[in-house]
């Protein structure tokens, strides 16, 4: 239920974002409640904070509750994991936030902005929301919060449009990515390239939300799922990635100027930023500076066999270690275990058949969820269905004392100025007969003439009005009349199956009444006509007798 989750405090927003079917995930839930919207809104806005509607004041624009519920929940994060985000239209910092609620302190957020003005907003806001310290590098404001549960926030000034993938953190690309503003195909296409293998990129493309997950080179020759027509035409997408819709949504676009050349820094390695890193690169690093710091070799307590001898002192010394360390990147977990010589510490690259089961597995679970909204969404329909019949027997009956209402004031109004006409034209006739009737010496005969004349033309005129009032009373009825078949004839259309057989059933009611009340007229009031030739010719009646006619009170 978009635009209904609006409440007086982020509780109650929360609260109906989750019981309109917005917010499902149990741990986006709770980050959209330990983030609150008040901190977010545009200056003079506060008290609209957790209305469901967008707001905006200059360049500073942040989106309904709805919209952000819908595009977190699509992007499938996983709590506290290693996942590298990006907003690409940071704005306010508010998803940034709840983004980085949810992934916890091991994550990347990365957010890309074009106006000054915005981004001193965003600092401010998430400082606000959780004490933070902030640190100017150049064009990349990072965000250092207090407690240890929140990762830092990168804001980048640049234009999101123009990230070059060949440099930086965008070589080996995002695990997921947000769109904060409207692109089109185009645009999508080249946002699509910063994604990772497995990713999942969302935002709107044109006038619609769309979800998009890059699969990778091993979905190259696979039969296309259904919708995938659909999807490749909304988003222009190849084989390598898959697109959904999610709803129809109305953005403003991404700003295109000015052009900037984005480039976002990737992170070098050194122990003080190691928790950034997975838990595989991790624990491999840590093994090898443990065996750096060997100096001798260990005495073995028995003679081994060549299988089972080793040596715990490492090749290199530490520095030396130090260095190749800060040249890997955190994906490189593959490389650092064969270094290690320890590869029963990780897990196997998956092959093509591993990763189609777990894409199965999601998409079973995808469908059961699927399943689950359809359901809910078909309660919802036949409640409304419900809704909206009581409301239109209501709407009906209230038309109909409306109409009579009308028609009583019409009637009433129509009396009283046909009264003060006829007074008035009493009172002037009163005035002509007091004329005519003075003496001679008053008035001439040709003034007593004159007024019988005017007398006379006063009741022509008279009569004339009247007769004019009732036809401009009849036709502007008639319009009327046809006006409200007019303005109801699309409603009425829905209804003619109900009531045609309610139509009928009056229909054969009224012809029954009409006959019973035909049938006693004839017997008891009608119309007598004498035939006076019949009369003449049986000698009842002369010629010249007049007819007598005998009219009943239906006729009148």
Known sequence: MAWRSSGTNNTEMVDKLKRFGVITSEHVEEAFRRVDRKFFVPAGNETLA????????????????????????????????????????????????????????????????????????????LAKWRGASVNENGNISTINFMDDDTPDVHIIKGNGLNILKSEGESVVGYDRIYIGAAVDSAEL????????????????VEDELVKVIRTGVIAQGLEDDEGSDEAASLSGLNEEFTS???????????????????????????????????????????ALLMC?????????????????????????????????????????????????????????????????????????????????????????????????????????????RLNALLSQQQESEQGESEQYQHRAAEDLFNLLDAGMGQNNNAVLVGDRSTLAGLRSLMQGELSGVNSEEEEDSSSEDD????????????????????????????????????????SGRDRNNSVVMEDVEDLVATGQRSADQPRTVSVSSYDL
């Open 50 to 125: 957790h209305s469901d509607q967008p707001l905006k004041e200059g360049n500073v624009h942040i989106s309904a509750p709805h919209i952000y519920g819908s595009a977190i929940e699509a992007l499938d994060l996983v709590p506290n994991s290693c996942t590298s985000f990006l907003n690409i239209g940071s704005g306010t910092g508010y998803v940034s936030a709840i983004v980085a609620d949810i992934l916890g302190p091991n994550s990347l957020n990365y957010g890309v902005e074009l106006h000054d003005d915005v981004i001193g907003h965003c600092k401010a806001s």
């Open 189 to 204: 296409t080249n946002i699509t390239k910063l994604l990772s293998p497995g990713g999942i990129l969302v935002g709107p």
């Open 244 to 286: 959904q819709l999610l709803s129809g949504v109305r953005f403003a676009p991404l700003a295109m100027l000015p052009v900037i050349y984005t480039i976002i820094p990737s992170n070098v390695w050194n122990p003080s930023i190691r928790r950034f890193y997975p838990n595989e690169h991790r624990c491999a690093s840590m």
């Open 292 to 400: 750096s710091n060997s100096e001798i070799v260990q005495p073995l307590p028995r003679v081994p066999t060549p299988d089972e001898r080793f040596n715990a002192a490492a090749m290199l010394p530490k520095s030396i270690w130090l260095e190749i360390l800060s040249y890997t990147h955190r994906r490189c977990k593959y490389i650092i275990a064969f270094m290690c010589a320890d590869t029963d510490r990780f897990a196997p690259e998956q092959n093509e058949t591993d990763f189609l089961k777990r894409r199965l597995r999601e998409e079973k679970a995808k469908t059961a969820k699927a399943e689950r909204a359809r359901r809910e969404a078909e309660a919802r329909c036949l409640a409304a269905e419900r809704e909206r019949a009581v409301y239109r027997l209501l709407a009906r009956r209230w038309q109909s």
């Open 479 to 518: 319009g009327e009349a046809i006006e409200m078949e007019e303005d109801h004839s699309d409603e009425e259309e829905g209804d003619a199956e109900e009531d045609a057989n309610e139509d009928e059933d009056l229909l054969e009611f009224f012809a029954d009444e009409n006959e019973s009340v035909t």
